[in-house]
């Protein structure tokens, strides 16, 4: 195995679709998706990237993590959202995305490397691939794909018995049939017992983003508005976090590299 990853781009900008949402955060997207989900708005990732060594991936989140560092014995930061992570988080934060960052096996020695370094690492995984493997300091946030994805069949449930109260499970709710997935999902599985939870509104695609490579919306759907979301999580008290992307709220939607 080559120690090389296929990198689509590597920025600073703030994390926006998790419990660590507003923190700074250094974000490796990997090329390639063996998905299409419905509303995806990175299709540029499918096909776009560049070869790169492991070694010159971790030198460019050092290089862009450098402003952040404190001098020798300050203890920076925030107390850690996770119960058994570690006391503070370091900022900024790392997330692999993608893409599918699972696809490429080099992934794993480099999310090992990013926490030997000491970054508080995250993952963005479609909930399609294998976990286990995953360095167990990675905080994974998985996808649980609802049917307006196109893609619920690729679900892999063998997934939730890897999941750690660190761990985060996500999903992407476009129509009123996703949030009753969701809501009968976390009845069944018992998932508020496993992690946090988390309702995130899918944000319209806007004209540049739409691809003729993205499964359509299954017949029969109803879009559901950002407010009928919420007012739908609070009238059913369910136990999970609704967010929006955070990125779309700060720059225009279609904006790559934030
Ligand atoms: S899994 Fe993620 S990157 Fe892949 S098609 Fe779906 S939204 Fe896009």
Sequence with gaps: MSDTLVVNEIYLSLQGE???AGL????????????RCSYCDTAYAFTEGEKQPL?????????????????????????ASGASGPAVLRLPLVELTGGEPLLQKNSLPLMQTLCDDGFTV?????????????????????????PGSGEAARNRWENLRHLKSTDEIKFVI????DYEWAKASIAEHKLDSLCPLLFSW????????????????????????RRELAEKILADALPV??????????????????
């Design 174 to 177: 476009a129509t009123r049939e």
């Design 55 to 79: 070694g010159q991936v971790r030198a460019e989140v050092h290089r862009l993590a450098t402003p952040f560092a404190k001098p020798a014995g300050q203890t920076p930061n925030l107390p």
């Design 202 to 225: 899918a944000h319209p695609l806007a004209p540049e983003q739409q691809s003729k490579l993205l499964k359509p919306v299954p017949p029969g759907q109803t879009p559901i508005s």
């Design 122 to 146: 995250l993952l963005e995984t479609s909930g399609a691939h294998d976990i286990a493997a995953v360095d167990p300091r990675v905080r994974r946030i998985m996808d649980l794909k609802c």
């Design 241 to 258: 976090r609704f967010q929006v992307q955070l990125h779309k709220v700060i720059w225009v939607p279609e904006q790559r590299g934030v």
């Design 18 to 20: 998790s419990t660590f």
């Design 24 to 35: 700074p955060c250094i974000f490796i997207r990997l090329a390639a998706c063996d998905l």
